[in-house]
């Protein structure tokens, strides 16, 4: 059965978005996995070959358990958690990734092997911290040692989706997405060098003010400094907590797979398109000349097997085109977007249980 085999239906895993019959009678199924990726699952050097520097760069490990209930015949509420822990240098960034839906298939006269269901959900990410060791410049402005506090985005989400059996071993499936997002972040603390000599540990709170201290004696324009500290407006020195790190948006998505199965193998292959529209901040990272990203391409792969009624192992793979842009939002903002517009992807290895 489809419901056995194909549990990936969750908001980071919309590449593999399809219809899910709920059985009432077996209203239970689970997914776990680990996510990884390395040198060594990275078999195809993505990572290198799109400019990353250093042995762990972009390391990715974590992990993500998958809740499935069918509590009536047209109705599957869903529940999904996912632990990311990424390494990019010095800097090694924790996220937890949340996920509540349901699944609602409506009464119609379909063909034979047709199927149509609308799904709803909320799905967001939130981090502590994240930080970037290395030099950052904003609006001509160094900062360096970067670490923004209390980030966490959340969506809402509708889905129409459908499919399409064409035999016993081949199905089809489409869907089509429309959302809205909210990113904010509270507050952000750097090094920020001025002058060319003078480094100050800064401070940036939400109404964006900026608290600034001297790190170490210094010399600027001919005057020695030994102690300093100043208090003015962030946008004074490029930065914009509203319009730089906090935003709402808009997105699209669009997709389809092709799902595959033999005897007691599975397998499904997906393509989503997304497109967003965000306020603000696409212009501000014009401003400092990068360019702004505003769709994401993503390519999944699923394979499992069935060891019983009960029980089947899987391995899926998830490749972007843009890192994680639409699928982790806060990450976007004028100080991260010209790193983003870069391959990426992460394999899963796991177990699924179903028939409860």
């Not at 060791?133 to 923004?148: A, D, E, H, M, P």
Request: with cysteine; charged share 15%.
């Amino acid at each position: 059965m489809l419901t056995f085999t194909q549990a990936v239906i969750a908001a980071p895993n919309d590449v593999f978005l399809q219809p899910l019959p709920a059985n009432t009678a077996s209203p239970l199924s689970i997914e776990a996995s680990f996510d990884i990726v390395n040198d060594t699952v990275d078999i195809f050097n993505i990572r290198e070959s799109e400019g990353a520097v250093g042995d762990n760069a972009g390391d990715y490990n974590g992990g993500h358990l998958l809740v499935n209930y069918a509590f009536h015949p047209q109705w599957i509420a869903e529940a999904g958690y996912w632990n990311r822990n990424i390494e990019y240098g010095q800097d090694k960034n924790r996220i937890d990734s949340w996920l509540a839906a349901v699944q609602y298939t409506p009464l119609l006269t379909l063909k034979p092997g047709d199927e149509v269901a609308i799904r709803l959900s909320l799905w967001g990410n939130q981090a502590d911290e994240l930080s970037k060791t290395s030099t950052t410049i904003v609006n001509n402005q160094r900062f360096s040692k970067l670490n923004v506090n209390d980030l966490n985005d959340i969506q809402a989400q509708v889905d129409l989706l459908f499919a399409r059996r064409l035999d016993r071993q081949n199905k089809l499936n489409g869907f089509v997405s429309l959302g809205y997002s909210k990113v904010d972040v509270d507050s952000l603390n750097a090094n920020l060098n001025i002058g060319g000599n003078c480094n100050f540990n800064i401070q940036v709170n939400s109404n964006n003010q900026l608290n600034g201290q001297l790190v170490a004696p210094c010399t600027n324009n001919g005057t020695t400094l030994e102690e300093a500290s100043f208090t003015d407006q962030a946008s004074n020195y490029g930065l914009d907590m509203d319009k730089d790190l906090s935003y709402d948006a808009g997105f699209f998505s669009i997709g389809g797979s092709w799902n595959w199965s033999y005897k007691k193998f599975n397998s499904l292959l997906g393509y989503q398109f997304q497109y967003l529209m965000r306020q603000d901040i696409d212009d501000r990272v014009s401003t400092y000349g990068n360019s702004a990203i505003k769709s994401n391409h993503t390519l999944g792969l699923d394979l499992s097997y069935k060891l019983n009624n009960y029980t089947s192992l899987f391995v899926a793979s998830q490749l972007f085109k843009n890192n994680f842009v639409g699928t982790i939002p806060f990450l976007y903002n004028s100080v991260t977007a010209s790193r983003l517009d870069r391959k990426y992807g992460y394999a899963s290895f796991g177990v699924r249980f179903a028939n409860f």
